[in-house]
């Protein structure tokens, strides 16, 4: 029997019938759908097979890999999915991990559209299910440990009291969680939060079952050093190429797509800032050999504008468009259209390019994309601290400028991290009539591109959840736009 469990809330197990984009719906508020519609035909539960999960985020899996590569056996690690955990947990149980990447709504997505400081003051999906969980495992006699992307929320002893949480692991897993695991089943004390360490790129564990969404990371961390983002603060560390490939070849076992994964995907074994053309086309054709469909999961718009013929080489590698994939959608960061801003929060992020070109170097790199059928799924954040009027008038003509190129255009709300404080956290009620005016921008914006993208992306969904998907986008476009609409022209007057 299973010493060790792990599973993740049920927003993260699902694979959302292989439209993995879908999963930033979890970040909003449970008034969107009902959650019984929601979790039935949006975010179904990922299979089982012989007791264990099919497919488990990226995350899981990397801890998983971890403990079997120091010691663990096969029967004492098991992932399962979090709506039938109490059939696992036995009195040989000892521990129980829980990936989550947004437990208490705090994150820029969900802080932005639920909650307290969102949009709609109700939880999001992924805090719901976060909490449901918590209260499921508090009847077993098990050492919970929560880790992932969001651990950052867990880090207050309040907060962990409140939720049953014995251990909280921050930051990169896979070196110090095998050791701990070990030390919570021998009955030793451990601290209750636990910092990660950085993993070198050549001891990264590989993952030896599928992760959701055919996730298979190429590289770790950015170094741009955006200071609002975390990620970017890290090194950049590219993976082995046989490293990535093995992954592959056990995710196609079980997916028919392989989602590439990095904080951008064009820097793969970069040089500084340099492009390493070879080995990204290398990376690019040789995943292509094992799986028909390839995906990625981020990459940003310097890269882009500063290699146009990657971007395209890299389409003519996948063949893009074909029947199966119309285009490549990839999340990227325009943030703001303001050079102060980016000169004075992320010198980085324009580079090679100054921040002074950044407008530029948006445009330049939308125009590629649409040349190369990819389609940026951009955020902006609003709020940031000492954000002036210009800066945001500055970032809604940037938005009017990018209008025709397919794409969809995220403000979300300003989260701090690092030195930033707490008390620069934005939220609807900090809104002044110019973000009001942005949002309209990009909500219109969306409003255009919204039905063709989704008639293209369902197109592979099970015909139940298809139907429902495009009811619900069509409604949202034909009759929920208007009222939007009506609501932000309203705010817009009263926040003058």
């Given at each position: ?24 719906m ?81 994150g ?6 639920s ?28 050492k ?18 409140k ?87 056990v ?5 028919d ?85 980016i ?17 530029d ?24 601290p ?25 403000p ?85």
């Amino acid at each position: 029997m299973s010493k060790v469990i792990l599973t993740a809330e049920r927003s993260l197990m699902s694979d959302y019938n292989g439209a993995l984009f879908l999963g930033f719906m979890s970040t909003g508020p449970t008034s969107m759908i009902p959650q019984r519609l929601f979790f039935r035909l949006i975010a179904p539960p990922v299979k089982e097979e012989n007791g264990r999960a099919k497919l488990a985020p990226y995350g899981t899996r990397k801890i998983e890999a971890a403990l079997l590569e120091n010691g663990f056996s096969e029967d004492e690690v098991k992932v399962v999915n979090p709506d039938k955990i109490e059939k696992h947990i036995t009195k040989e149980t000892k521990i129980v991990g829980v990936t989550t990447n947004d437990p208490l709504g705090l994150g820029p997505a969900s802080s932005t559209f639920s909650g307290e400081t969102g949009f709609v003051n109700q939880p999001s999906y992924n805090r719901v299910k976060f909490e449901e969980l918590m209260r499921k495992l508090r009847r077993f006699d098990v050492k919970v440990v929560v880790g992932g992307a969001g651990a950052w929320q867990l880090e207050e002893e309040r907060i962990r009291r409140k939720y049953g949480i014995d251990v909280v692991v921050i930051g990169e897993g896979e070196k110090v969680v095998p050791e701990l695991f070990r030390k919570i089943i021998e009955g030793e004390d451990v601290p209750e939060v636990v910092y990660g360490v950085a993993v070198p790129e050549d001891e990264i564990p590989k993952i030896r079952r599928a992760a959701i969404g055919g996730i298979v990371e190429i590289a770790r961390g950015c170094g741009r050093g955006c200071k609002f983002c975390i990620p970017t603060m890290r090194r950049l560390r590219s993976r082995p190429l046989e490293d990535i490939l093995e992954e592959a070849r056990v995710t196609a076992r079980d997916k028919d797509i392989v989602t590439l994964h990095a904080e951008d995907v064009l820097r793969y074994k970069a040089k500084g800032f340099t492009i390493n053309k070879e080995e990204v086309l290398r990376l690019f054709r040789e995943v292509h050999r094992i799986v028909g469909k390839v995906g990625i999961s981020h990459f940003a718009l310097s890269s882009v504008a500063s290699a146009p013929d990657v971007v395209e080489e890299i389409s003519e590698i996948l063949e893009l468009p074909n029947k199966e994939q119309k285009w490549l959608a990839g999340q990227t960061g325009i943030e703001t259209g303001s050079p102060r801003l980016i000169e004075k929060y992320m010198p980085g992020k324009a580079k090679p390019f100054s921040a002074s070109e950044w407008r530029d170097v948006v445009i330049q790199a939308f125009q590629i994309c649409s040349d190369a059928h990819w389609v940026p799924c951009a955020t902006l954040i609003v709020g940031f601290p000492d954000e002036r009027e210009e800066d945001i008038i500055k970032t809604i003509e940037l938005v009017e400028d990018l209008n025709e190129y397919k794409s969809l255009i995220v403000p979300l709300f300003f989260v701090p991290a690092n030195e930033l404080g707490e008390e620069s956290r934005f939220s609807v009620r900090k809104m002044k009539s110019y973000h009001w005016e942005l949002m309209l921008t990009c909500w219109r914006h969306n409003m255009k591109w919204l039905k063709p993208l989704a008639k293209d992306y369902f197109e592979g969904l099970p015909f139940a959840s298809k139907i429902f998907m495009k009811k619900f986008i069509d409604w949202v476009v034909d009759r929920v736009s208007k009222s939007v609409e009506e609501y932000i022209l309203q705010q817009i007057e009263i926040t003058r």
